[in-house]
C-alpha cells in the first residue's frame, strides 16, 4: 500500500515538474518574440502604462529566470493578468475559466460517447471475419476526415435541410439557423460532438485500440478458466477493460482538444477554443497564454488522474511503473 | 526469431504471414496511387505559371466542369483544378520538412532513450515526456501569435511536437532489441554502437513504424496547413489557392461544388496517407 501510495505522489510530482517545464517552454516562446518582446506581443497602438504593466506581467523587464518565477508565481496563482483586446479589462481567468468548462464538457463528453461507441463496435465486430473488415474499412472512410471539413460539411447539410424543410416551406426556422449564429439553444453543442466524434479518425483509432484489448483479455488464461466453470464472462471482461478504457481516454484527449479548437470555432461556440483563436487574432497575448497553460494543465491532470485511478484499480500498473 | 528463417516464411503459401501478404495489394495501390499522385502534384505545381490576379474571370463564374475547366470554377471564375494543383504547394514542402524533423529526431531521440542508461537516457526521455504534454495545435497557434506566421515556422513546430511520438515507438523497440542475442553478437564484435543502433536497429527493425508515422506527420501538416488557411489568418492567404481557404468559400455562399472538391481531396488524401503507411507498415512487418 505504501509503495502505491508512494508512486503516486511520484507521479503527481512529476505531473507538476511538467507543468513547470510546459510553462517554461511557452514562457520562453514569449521572449523569443523578433525585436522587441513587448511590441511583439502587444496590439497596436497599446498605451504605454498598459505596456508597462504588461512587462510587469510577463516578468520581461528582468532576466529570462527571474522574469520566468516572477511569471509562474502569478500564473500559479491563477493571474495571468487582464485581457487586452477580447474582453478589455476584465480577467483572463475571470473569461478563460467558464469558456474552459464548457470545452471540457464539450470535448470530454464527445470522446465519453465515443468511448461506448467504440466499446460497443469492439465487442460485436471481434475482427477477423470478412464482414468485419469491410465494416472497419467503412467506419475508417467516414470517420478519418479532418475535423474542420467534417463540421463544414455537416453544417452545410444541416443547414440545406433545414431550408428545405423549414425555411422554405414558411415554419418558424430554429434560432440556431443558419449555421453558424451566435444563439443560446444547445444544438450547435449537439452538432460539434457528432463532429467531433466523426472526424480526426478517433472511432476507428478507438475501435481497433478496444479491440486488441479485448481480444488479448478474451485469450487470457482466467477467462479460459471462468468459460470452463460455466460462468458468465461478461462483468470480468468489463471490470478489466476499465483500466485500458482509461488509458485511451487519457491518451486521446488531447487529440480531441486539437479538434474542438477549430469545430467550435466553425460553430461559433463560445468555448475555449473559439476564445483562444478570436485573442489569437487580436492579438491578445495574456489570454492565449493564459488558454495555452490551461490546455497543456487540462492534458497533464487528467493524465494524473487516470494513472492515480488506475493504480488504485489495478496495483499491477504501479509495479510496472504505468 | 523462433528458429524460423522469415523468407521461409513469406515464401509457404499457407501461412498467416503470406496470406496477409497476400491480403494487402488492393489497399497498398489505392492509397499509394493517390499518394504518389498528391506527390506528382506538389512537385509540379511549381513549375506551373499562376497569376492570381488574372485568373479571376467573372464571365465563368460558377462554371460547371468542362473540357477547359475540367472541375469547374469559383465564385470569382477561377479555375478550380488549376487552384487544386497550386494548392498542393502549400503543403507539400513544408510537409516533407516535418516528416524529416519528427523522423530524423524522433529515432534518434528513441534510440538515446531507449539504448543509453544513466542520465543521459534519463534526460531524453523526460524532454521527450515534456514536448509530449504541449497540446501541439494550441501551441502553433501560440507561435503563430508571436512569430511571423508562415507554413515553414508552422511545419517545423509540427515535426518538433510529433519527436516524442516517434521517439517513444522507437525506444520500446530499441529497449527491446537491444538484448537480442544478435544485437549482442554485434556488440561483441566491436560494431560502433551508433552502427548497430542506426542501422541494425533502426533502419532494418523500425523503418515500417518510422514509414507509418512518417505518414502521420505528413498529413497532420496536410490537416494543420488547410485547417489555419480555412480559418483564414495563419495559413494561405486568398488570393493565392490552399485546399483549406478553397474550402473557406463555404462562408461566401458559392453553392456546392467549389468548396466540395477541395474537401474531398483533403478527406482522400489524408486517409491515403494514412492507409499508405498503414499498408507499407504491415507489409513490411509480414514479409519479416
Known amino acids: ?322 | 526469431m523462433g528458429g524460423d528463417h522469415p523468407s521461409q516464411e513469406c515464401k509457404a503459401p499457407s501461412t498467416p504471414g503470406s496470406k496477409k501478404l497476400r491480403s494487402l495489394p488492393l489497399g497498398l495501390y489505392l492509397s499509394g496511387g493517390i499518394v504518389a499522385l498528391v506527390f506528382l502534384l506538389g512537385l509540379i505545381a511549381p513549375l506551373i505559371p499562376y497569376d492570381p490576379a488574372a485568373a479571376v474571370d467573372y464571365q465563368r463564374q460558377l462554371a460547371g466542369p468542362s473540357w477547359s475547366h475540367l472541375l469547374g470554377c469559383d465564385g470569382q471564375g477561377r479555375d478550380i483544378a488549376l487552384r487544386i494543383v497550386k494548392g498542393t504547394e502549400a503543403f507539400f514542402w513544408p510537409g516533407i520538412l516535418a516528416m524529416t524533423i519528427a523522423v530524423i529526431g524522433g529515432a534518434a531521440c528513441g534510440a538515446c532513450a531507449g539504448y543509453m542508461r544513466g542520465w543521459v537516457g534519463q534526460a531524453v526521455r523526460g524532454l521527450m515526456q515534456l514536448l509530449d504534454t504541449l497540446p501541439r495545435l494550441v501551441f502553433i497557434v501560440l507561435l503563430c501569435t508571436i512569430l511571423d506566421p508562415g507554413m515553414y515556422l508552422i511545419a517545423t513546430t509540427a515535426g518538433v511536437l510529433f519527436i516524442p511520438t516517434i521517439a517513444a515507438i522507437c525506444r520500446r523497440k530499441v529497449e527491446t532489441l537491444a538484448s537480442e542475442d544478435y544485437i549482442l553478437a554485434h556488440i561483441a564484435h566491436g560494431f560502433h554502437p551508433a552502427w548497430i543502433l542506426g542501422y541494425h536497429i533502426l533502419w532494418l527493425q523500425c523503418r515500417p513504424l518510422l514509414i507509418r508515422q512518417a505518414c502521420t506527420v505528413f498529413s497532420y501538416v496536410l490537416f494543420v496547413e488547410t485547417a489555419l488557411s480555412y480559418l483564414g489568418d495563419y495559413g494561405v492567404q486568398e488570393p493565392w489557392p490552399s485546399w483549406g481557404n478553397m474550402v473557406a468559400q463555404t462562408r461566401e455562399g458559392v453553392g456546392f461544388w467549389p468548396w466540395f472538391v477541395p474537401a474531398v481531396m483533403i478527406v482522400v488524401s489524408i486517409a491515403a496517407l494514412l492507409a499508405f503507411g498503414n499498408a507499407i507498415a504491415r507489409r513490411e512487418e509480414a514479409m519479416r
Not at chain 1, 520581461?60 to 491563477?78: I, N, T
Not at chain 1, 439557423?177 to 467531433?196: K, Q
Not at chain 1, 464472462?233 to 480531441?256: C, D, E, F, Q, W
Open chain 1, 1 to 322: 500500500m505504501k509503495r502505491i501510495f508512494l508512486a503516486l505522489l511520484r507521479r503527481i510530482l512529476g505531473g507538476f515538474a511538467l507543468l513547470l517545464g510546459a510553462s517554461f517552454i511557452i514562457y520562453m516562446t514569449v521572449r523569443a518574440a523578433p525585436g522587441d518582446a513587448i511590441d511583439a506581443i502587444s496590439p497596436m497602438g497599446t498605451p504605454p502604462e498598459v505596456k508597462a504593466q504588461l512587462m510587469a506581467e510577463f516578468g520581461l523587464d528582468r532576466g529570462p529566470l527571474a522574469g520566468y518565477g516572477v511569471w509562474a508565481l502569478r500564473s500559479l496563482c491563477g493571474d495571468f493578468g487582464d485581457s487586452l483586446v477580447f474582453a478589455p479589462g476584465e480577467r483572463v481567468m475571470a473569461v478563460a475559466l467558464p469558456a474552459f468548462g464548457r470545452t471540457l464538457l464539450l470535448a470530454g463528453g464527445a470522446l465519453l460517447v465515443c468511448l461506448c461507441f467504440a466499446l460497443l463496435w469492439a465487442a460485436c465486430n471481434p475482427g477477423g471475419s470478412r464482414r468485419s473488415q469491410l465494416l472497419g474499412a467503412s467506419l475508417y472512410g467516414v470517420t478519418s476526415a479532418p475535423s474542420f471539413v467534417i463540421a463544414v460539411a455537416f453544417a452545410q447539410a444541416v443547414n440545406e435541410l433545414v431550408y428545405r424543410l423549414v425555411d422554405a416551406r414558411g415554419f418558424v426556422t430554429p434560432s440556431w439557423y443558419p449555421i453558424p449564429i451566435a444563439c443560446s439553444s444547445m444544438m450547435p453543442y449537439l452538432f460539434a460532438g457528432i463532429t467531433l466524434i466523426l472526424s480526426d479518425g478517433l472511432l476507428i483509432d478507438l475501435v481497433n485500440y478496444l479491440r486488441s484489448e479485448l481480444q488479448a483479455l478474451r485469450r487470457s488464461p482466467f477467462i479460459a478458466a471462468i468459460r470452463a466453470k460455466g460462468a458468465r464472462v461478461t462483468g470480468h471482461l468489463l471490470k478489466n477493460m476499465v483500466v485500458p478504457i482509461l488509458s485511451a481516454y487519457a491518451s486521446r484527449l488531447p487529440v480531441v482538444l486539437g479538434g474542438v479548437v477549430i469545430v467550435e470555432y466553425v460553430f461559433t461556440l463560445d468555448g475555449a477554443g473559439y476564445v483562444l483563436l478570436e485573442a489569437s487574432k487580436n492579438r491578445d497575448f495574456p489570454m492565449v497564454v493564459g488558454l495555452s497553460v490551461l490546455f497543456t494543465a487540462l492534458v497533464i491532470l487528467v493524465n494524473i488522474i487516470s494513472d492515480v485511478v488506475k493504480g488504485w484499480l489495478d496495483a499491477r500498473e504501479v509495479a510496472h511503473g504505468g
